[in-house]
């Protein structure tokens, strides 16, 4: 491995993940599961620092070039650190017709920062989402990419908040 | 059509059903025989194709494409590797139908998948998942599993030399890959950029191989048009869009959720089944087909019917089947102001029309939205979006200039009102 920082080196188990998303694709296309293996990289580290992304590339075969360019493109992949706990509330026009914009300021009020910031603490970090395609069960946030929370109200946003360490 | 008549149900039916989304309760209840029928009789490639086009099913993702004829475009005697590619990328705002189907019926859409890979010589199939669903693109992947452990997946199915595996693979926050190329790149493992066309994806698509995508709910309706014959599906709907329908019902209304309509139902009775407009509010507008489509006044839109042919005619696009309604409590000028934020907001970037366009359209909706509109706006914001329209590899350019010109056209005066006045109308 070219990056001999340990601190970098992702979990067996992870790893292991990886290496099923590897075999979803031809043997000649690996770089096909680099979408699987920053998404599981980034679910081990908390975010992706450029040397995470390196390892990553390393690991798949890739230039690291390559794998940076996906990682800045897709929105759900932090390449600057945040919050243990991310939020993102979609706030387009379903959701917002739904009453988005009031949870905004409720999430920006009741937390003291705004979109793509982070509590002094570590704690929350707030983000803006576009659209999750579950319009109907309006409106939704998502806790760290993965856990989605659908028909929010201030008071559920608040007991979301409190269950959230 | 009558709301007391029971309707017909392709690809919601099992959403009612304890366990929705288990191989036992799909097999139960006739699932994967369309599959075991046309690998073990060795049913023609070219006979399900003529029942696709008897079927008249358009493609559900948004652009409504005979399906049968995007079919018979495959080399199919082409001797190399060739992919079947299922779009599940939904993330056209209000759209959230194929959600419900990978979460309550993922195995319908499985046994399609396999029964195109069998009539278009494809022996790997990628099912590409929305990112911001992932809970959802577990329910898939526990899918696949049984699938697999039940032979319905894999090597010589049913005993015969037909092969086929199916994977999932998921976004991670990016529209643009809903467009069919740029959804190729991302299964590459690369930024999400659509390519030029031609070459379609038929002949050089994933990989470079002939490929054919398709939306979730047009392969999920593949298995019951195999079962019940083309004719039957037609029958569902009207002539040239047949079978139902799903519509996403979002926004102002009593009871948002995915309806399952025949094509051809008036609207009335669409909002009827989702309620009715809230609070007993008056309708305002919609935007028939996701949010890409061209807003329609409610005058209009409680004339039209739920068809692609309808909603053309009345000047905008049945595109995913995704139905925001607004009641009088709607600023026009926020609402095109949020709109134009996500184009902007999701454009690849690659086309400087688009690139550069969608960030001065936001940027002048915001602010008249914000009391600083000029006079001679409206003309600038219709000058910029047909500058976009047209002049870009994909779509997307498109999608961000109709809204635009539509609620200029149909709300102008809520527009001039925020100019002149520097406050909302409503």
């Known amino acids: 491995m070219a990056n001999p920082d340990s601190s970098l080196r992702l979990s067996a188990e992870s790893l292991a993940l990886i290496d099923v998303e590897v075999a979803k694709y031809p043997p000649d296309q690996k770089q096909s599961a680099v979408m699987g293996a920053l998404r599981i990289a980034q679910t081990e580290k908390g975010w992706l620092k450029p040397d995470l992304i390196e390892y990553v590339a390393d690991y798949l075969g890739m230039p690291a070039i390559a794998a940076y360019e996906v990682a800045t493109f897709y929105n759900m992949y932090d390449t600057q650190s945040v919050g243990r706990h991310k939020i993102t509330l979609c706030t387009n026009l379903p959701c917002t017709l739904m009453g988005a914009g009031e949870l905004a300021e409720h999430l920006k009020n009741k937390l003291g920062i705004g979109f793509g910031e982070t509590t002094e603490d570590g704690r929350f970090t707030l983000k803006e989402g576009e659209c999750m395609g579950a319009c109907g069960d309006a409106p939704m946030c998502l806790h760290n990419n993965h856990k989605m929370h659908t028909h929010l109200t201030p008071e559920k946003v608040d007991e979301l908040l409190d269950k959230l360490k | ?29 006739g699932g994967y025989q369309a599959l075991r029928r046309v690998v073990t009789e060795q049913v023609s490639g070219d006979a399900i194709i003529a029942e696709l086009k008897t079927s008249a099913l358009r493609g559900r993702g948004g652009a409504g494409f005979p399906t049968g004829l995007k079919w018979s475009f ?161 029958e569902l709907g009207k002539p040239n869009n047949g079978g139902p329908k799903l519509f996403s019902v979002s926004g102002h209304v009593n009871k948002p959720g995915n309806y399952e309509v025949p094509l051809g139902t008036p609207f009335a009775e669409l909002l009827e089944l989702a309620g009715g407009v809230r ?139 925020h100019i002149e006045q520097k406050r909302c109308m409503v």
């Open chain 2, 74 to 234: 495959m080399p199919r005697a082409f001797p190399g590797d060739k992919y079947i590619v299922c779009n599940s990328d939904e993330g056209e705002p209000g759209t959230f139908k194929d959600r419900d189907i990978l979460r309550h019926n993922p195995h319908q859409l499985i046994e399609g998948m396999a029964i195109a890979g069998y009539v278009l010589g494809a022996r790997v199939g990628y099912n590409y998942i929305h990112g911001e669903i992932f809970e959802i693109y577990d329910i898939f992947e526990r899918a696949l599993k049984e699938a697999r452990e039940a032979g319905y997946l894999g090597d010589n199915l049913f005993g015969t030399d037909f092969c086929f595996q199916l994977h999932a693979h998921h976004g991670y926050g990016a529209y643009i890959c809903g467009e069919e190329t740029a959804l190729l790149e991302s299964i590459e493992g690369k930024k999400g950029q659509p390519r030029f066309k031609p070459p379609f994806p038929a002949s050089f698509g994933l990989y470079g191989k002939p490929t054919t995508i398709n939306n979730t709910e047009t392969l999920a309706s593949v298995p019951w048009i195999v079962q019940h014959g083309g004719q039957a599906f037609l």
């Open chain 2, 279 to 417: 609070n007993g509010h008056k309708l305002k507008a919609v935007i028939p087909g996701g949010s890409s489509a061209p807003v329609l006044p409610a005058e209009v839109m409680m004339d039209c019917t739920m068809d692609f042919d309808c909603i053309a005619k009345a000047g905008s696009m049945l595109g995913s089947g995704a139905v925001i309604v607004m009641d009088e409590t709607v600023c026009m000028v926020r609402a095109l102001e949020r709109l134009s934020y996500f184009y902007f907001e999701e454009s690849c970037g690659q086309c400087t029309p688009c690139r550069e366009g969608t960030g001065w359209m936001y940027r002048v909706i915001h602010r008249i939205e914000h009391g600083q509109g000029r006079p001679e706006d409206m003309e600038l914001l219709n000058s910029v979006a047909g500058r976009i329209g047209g002049h870009t590899i994909c779509a997307l350019g498109d999608a961000a200039a109709m809204p635009v010109q539509s609620f200029l056209k149909h709300f102008g005066r809520e527009f001039e009102y």
């Open chain 2, 1 to 29: 059509m009558s709301l007391l008549k029971p309707t017909p149900q392709v690809c919601s039916w099992t959403q009612a059903l304890d366990h929705s989304a288990s191989l036992a309760t799909y097999v139960a209840n």
